[in-house]
């Protein structure tokens, strides 16, 4: 290579001193102008390697703060995960307190129940009407503070206990009522068991409720003729009932 570059000078130095004046500063002008042209071309690499390099540091800064970011998030995820497993084995806590209270209170009303039975000799038409009394106070108590199970068996134990008692009737519409609306058929069991109940005032003054109850399940669920068939029975049957002028206006409605 180096034999070769000192041929070339060499021709060119015979040209030199072969050519005119003006031949030489054409080719010095080339020459000038040919340096230019190379340094306007590293000067424009130069240039854009230039914003490469600042467009790849940009890109890196981005990077380095959106994964920032992203762990800050993640930290906070897991740190309101935690929070929220632990609310909710709070709420089982308190639950699980509530539930056992709830028992506690049930098994000391049997309790009771069977004591003053056993005290009146097996006859306990003295303390019968207390203690249904003291069951029917028990169950609306968990039904007002939502425990529907606790009050459901409060309530069976009720009717089973005293199928006689005044709260009976009242006892059936109230377990329909916890399972409404997300079960629909065990409602409708309960309403339905008041409508079988042997014949008397107590009976009677719960079964236009019953109905009223039945027809507004039907009438949720669509079947417009069952709903007023319910209706209808307490227009015609119960016309003092507390009932009656709501039935009447639904019947209307349809």
Do not use: W
Request: aromatic share 6%; glycine share 6%; with cysteine.
């Amino acid at each position: 290579m180096n034999r070769l570059r000192r041929i070339f000078l060499g021709l060119m130095v015979g040209a030199v001193a072969c050519a005119t004046p003006g031949q030489v500063r054409r080719v010095e002008t080339q020459v000038l102008i040919g340096q230019a042209e190379q340094h306007r071309a590293d000067s424009a690499r130069a240039a854009e390697l230039g914003r490469l390099l600042a467009h790849q540091q940009t890109l890196m800064d981005s990077l380095l703060s959106a994964t920032a970011t992203l762990q800050t998030r993640l930290s906070q995820l897991d740190a309101n995960a935690a929070a929220g497993v632990e609310d909710v084995r709070r709420d089982i806590s308190i639950l699980t307190q509530s539930m056992n209270v709830s028992t506690q209170k049930i098994a000391q009303i049997r309790s009771d129940m069977e004591a003053r039975s056993a005290a009146s000799g097996g006859d306990s038409t003295g303390g019968a009407a207390a203690s249904d009394d003291a069951l029917n106070r028990a169950a609306d108590q968990e039904l007002l503070a939502g425990r529907n199970e606790t009050a459901r068996e409060a309530y069976h134990l009720l009717i089973n206990s005293f199928p006689n008692s005044a709260y009976t009737p009242r006892a059936y519409i109230r377990i329909g009522g916890t399972f409404e609306p997300a079960q629909p058929d065990s409602a409708r069991a309960y309403y339905q068991a008041v409508l079988k109940l042997p014949a008397s005032a107590v009976a009677q003054a719960a079964a236009p409720t019953a109905l009223y109850k039945l027809g507004q399940l039907e009438e949720r669920a669509g079947n417009t003729d069952a709903a007023k068939a319910f209706y209808q029975q307490i227009v015609e049957r119960y016309p003092n009932s507390v009932e009656y002028g709501q039935a009447l206006a639904k019947i209307r409605q349809q």
